[in-house]
């Protein structure tokens, strides 16, 4: 199972300061140096985290398996066909959101998310649509001609500890329905440490997909160290 790093987060802390650091390219050489097998970034439509030139130059310059998350909109499908990323992830995208909230409603794309999907698929990039767990969708997703499905696994993440396992074994029945129909399966949205053992238990699923959890718990896990190494610079000026 591939674990791709979302780094939209760190952009949304470099952006909070308006400079240039973090800087979301570092952190998907991070990521893939420390073991990750690939990046996500989501260009959003109004550019809160990753920007145009954030994108480019992942593509550019980091030797990863760069998943382009993205609207199905012209701007978006036009900038995917000059990058040509091994991978996109289409998702529904609205204005007001914090974040990706659900999958698409594939039942109901109009032409399109058809159209969109040939122009990538035609260019060798492995097209995925963002779904619910639901076998309708995911059978329509089978018949648009996508190569991959990407589970939303956000209600199962934050569902409470009881009602997970019941939510995780719907994940199981939709990566098998969705194997059976030829697709590669993916998941992701909310995963964390808590909550990752039932998903990466599913061997239909060959890619997760994380990002607030890792940026968010490295604050945690990094910040003894930032410290010690401030605190011995201190030290090392005074003498
Ligand atoms: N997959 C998709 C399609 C997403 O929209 C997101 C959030 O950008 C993720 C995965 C990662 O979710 P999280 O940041 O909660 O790990």
Do not use: W
Request: hydrophobic share 45%; net charge negative.
């Amino acid at each position: 199972m591939r674990l791709s790093v979302n780094v939209d987060h760190v952009a949304t802390l470099r952006n909070a300061r308006g400079g240039v650091f973090p800087c979301p390219v570092e952190a998907a050489r991070v990521a893939m140096a420390a073991g990750a097998d690939g990046v996500t970034m989501h260009l959003r439509e109004d550019r809160r985290h990753i920007r145009d030139r954030d994108l480019e130059r992942v593509a550019a310059e980091v030797d990863t398996r760069l998943n382009f998350e993205m609207a199905a909109t012209e701007e978006m499908v036009a900038l995917c066909e000059r990058l040509r990323p091994p991978a996109c992830c289409i998702v529904p995208e609205k204005r007001e959101e914090l974040t990706t909230e659900g999958g698409l409603d594939v039942l109901r794309a109009g032409p399109y998310l058809a159209e969109s999907i040939r122009r990538l698929a035609g260019l060798g990039i492995e097209v995925s649509l963002f779904v619910e767990p639901d076998a309708a969708q995911i059978a329509r997703t089978a018949e648009l001609g996508a190569q991959a499905i990407e589970l939303h696994t956000g209600t199962y993440a934050e569902a409470s500890a009881e009602a997970r396992p019941a939510l995780a074994a719907k994940h199981a029945e939709a990566a098998r329905l969705a194997r059976s129909l030829g697709l590669q399966v993916h998941a992701g949205h909310g995963l964390s440490y808590e909550t990752i053992a039932p998903i990466a238990a599913i061997p239909e699923i060959s890619e997760v997909s994380i990002g607030h959890f890792l940026i968010s718990t490295s604050v945690f896990e990094g910040l003894p160290v930032a410290i010690k190494r401030m605190k011995g610079l201190i030290a090392a000026a005074r003498g």
